[in-house]
């Protein structure tokens, strides 16, 4: 038969949560002991004012709250600073020990420093480990948010930017000075277009042949095919005057250029004009206005120079261009000739005097003989009316020359040739696939270079210079958002550290917290132990 266990081996479980009721119901703590604990807490702030120095006392004094334990190690300590004022029977005469043994004294009365205990504990496990926990989480949770939402910015960010670039290589620039590498790009279009004139000459062959066989299967030999690729492959990237009249021009007046549009200022600066620095000396403002008095009356007003009845002659003198922009002709002196009549001047249209007379002539808006203005002093390849028909046309013989060639390079397609073009002129039998080859290809690579879209854009910007601003708007703003979106990236990066940072500095708190709560639990432990004659006791429910 077993031996019946011995009752000072069984445990004493106790839950954390229930500890102070339980306490409290076997009587081992008073029901009043939050007045009493009130009152304590009173004393020790009263003998606090008064401590010796003491390395240990002071390690006790940097903590956030003194329980009994600590007034005990206090005790302990004054017996031995104040060792000189203990008289014969064992008593003190210093005021700090009887300070701190009646606050000793008054956490023993109904064990009141137990059911502190308990309180704190309880408090420790139930409310302040928990916040500071789901705080700490809130911080951990918010740094892998802000990395997450930096790796994004910084993806979004190296997206844009390669868009940015991709787009400047369609443009042909690096993306350093948008606006100014697209002008420069402009001046480099000329000599550009004149090399696509230059290789044009190349073609000769195959527009004769292309001729022939327009002429063979039309029956229309007269007509003549691919006019402007023909003028173009035989005298270059010529101007329109010579296209249009087979006459080379005495002089150019290429058309004026728009003003171009000034660079913007930054955002944070202030346009403010063109008011002068600073103010008019003498508090009169200039309003740019002068006022020259004649000799004709007092009033300033000049009212003519002839006598009464005299005849007056306004002359304007209009010259090719004038300065409002309005294009009078090259032509001569036009004359407005007024004759007044009556006593005043004036012509009113009522008396029986000569009615005034007024004479303008113009002179036509013809150019001079030989001379190229406007459209017709631009190139071929800069107008787009005549780029767009020469592209046309290099594409109608691109089309001939790919057909031609598969013809050839096809057996069955070859023998329908042959004997479709027995009566055919010798240029259209003795073609070659190598030949046609060759041509094709040189075609082709006009064709590239004229109608890449760099080039497009540059005619495009060249046509009309307000094309600059919006293709540089574009692109910085492209190049802003990837800017942003770093800035962006590094606004979270900050958080992020700065969410680090409230992390790193909450972790000694949560450590010091769980190591008081395990002092307590401890400490508890062994005081109830002792009062159930060492039997173990096991506080439940603390989760550190």
Same mark, same amino acid.
């Given at each position: 038969m077993q031996a019946p266990q011995d009752y000072r081996n069984v445990p004493i479980d106790i839950q954390t949560s229930k500890l102070l009721d339980w306490l409290l119901d076997r009587r081992h703590c008073g029901r009043r002991w939050p007045a009493q604990v009130a009152q304590v807490r009173e004393r020790i702030r009263a003998a606090l004012q008064d401590m010796p120095e003491h390395p240990e006392i002071r390690e006790l004094l940097q903590g956030s709250y003194l329980h009994y334990f600590h007034c005990l190690r206090i005790v302990e300590i004054l017996k031995g600073t104040e060792a000189s004022t203990k008289n014969l029977f064992g008593r003190y005469s210093s005021q700090r020990m009887k300070d701190w043994q009646e606050i000793v004294s008054l956490y023993e009365k109904d064990n009141a420093y137990l059911a502190e205990l308990s309180s704190l504990l309880g408090r420790s496990i139930s409310y302040e480990l928990p916040a500071l926990r789901r705080q700490r989480g809130r911080w951990l949770q918010a740094q892998q948010e802000l990395a997450r939402r930096e790796d994004e910015c910084q993806a979004r960010a190296g997206e844009l930017r390669e868009r940015f670039l991709g787009s400047c290589r369609?443009?042909?620039?690096?993306?350093?000075?948008?606006?100014?590498?697209?002008?420069?790009?402009?001046?480099?279009?000329?000599?550009?277009?004149? +090399?696509? $004139?230059?290789?044009?000459?190349? /073609?000769?062959?195959?527009?004769?042949?292309? %001729? #022939?066989?327009?002429?063979?299967?039309?029956?229309?030999?007269?007509?003549?095919?691919?006019?402007?690729?023909?003028?173009v492959a035989a005298h270059g990237n010529?101007?329109?005057?010579?296209? +249009?009249? $087979?006459?080379?021009?005495?002089? /150019?007046?290429?058309?004026?250029?728009?003003? %171009? #549009?000034?660079?913007?200022?930054p955002q944070d600066t202030i346009d403010w004009g063109d008011f002068p620095t600073e103010p008019p000396q003498g508090g009169d403002i200039d309003w740019g206005i002068t006022v020259e008095p004649s000799a004709q009356g007092e009033d300033g007003i000049d009212w003519g120079d002839g006598e009464k009845g005299q005849e007056g002659t306004i002359t304007v003198e209009l010259s090719a261009q004038g300065e409002d922009g309005i294009d009078w002709g090259d032509g001569e002196k036009g004359t407005i000739t007024a004759e007044p009549q009556g006593d005043g001047g004036i012509d009113w249209g009522d008396t029986g005097g000569q009615e005034g007379t007024i004479t303008v002539v113009e002179a036509g808006t013809e150019a001079p003989e030989g001379v190229a203005r406007g459209s017709d002093a631009l190139t071929l390849l800069e107008n787009p009316e005549t780029r767009n028909q020469f592209v046309d046309e290099l594409m109608e013989l691109e089309l001939f020359l790919a057909q031609r060639l598969l013809e050839l390079e096809d057996a069955a397609l070859d023998v329908v040739a042959l004997s479709q073009f027995q009566a055919a002129p010798a240029v259209l039998q003795g073609q070659s696939p190598e030949r046609l080859r060759a041509q094709l290809a040189t075609a082709r690579e006009l064709l590239g270079q004229l109608c890449s879209r760099s080039v497009q854009h540059l005619c495009m910007i060249l046509a009309s210079p307000r094309y600059v601003e919006r293709v540089t708007a574009l692109l910085r703003q492209q190049s802003l958002q990837a800017e942003l979106l770093l800035a962006k990236r590094e606004a979270l990066g900050q958080r992020r550290r700065q969410a680090l940072a409230e992390q790193g500095a909450l972790e000694p708190r949560l450590r010091q917290l769980q190591e008081r709560a395990r002092e307590l639990q401890r400490l508890i432990e062994a005081d109830i132990s002792k009062r159930y004659g060492g039997r173990p006791v096991n506080l439940m429910g603390v989760n550190l």
């Open positions: 369609q443009y042909g620039i690096a993306g350093e000075d948008v606006r100014r590498e697209l002008l420069a790009q402009v001046q480099a279009l000329p000599s550009l277009l004149s +090399r696509v $004139g230059d290789g044009a000459s190349a /073609l000769g062959d195959a527009i004769e042949l292309y %001729q #022939a066989c327009v002429g063979f299967v039309c029956d229309s030999p007269g007509a003549e095919a691919l006019p402007l690729l023909r003028h010529s101007s329109v005057f010579r296209w +249009r009249t $087979g006459q080379e021009p005495l002089r /150019l007046e290429r058309p004026e250029a728009a003003p %171009q #549009a000034p660079e913007p200022p």
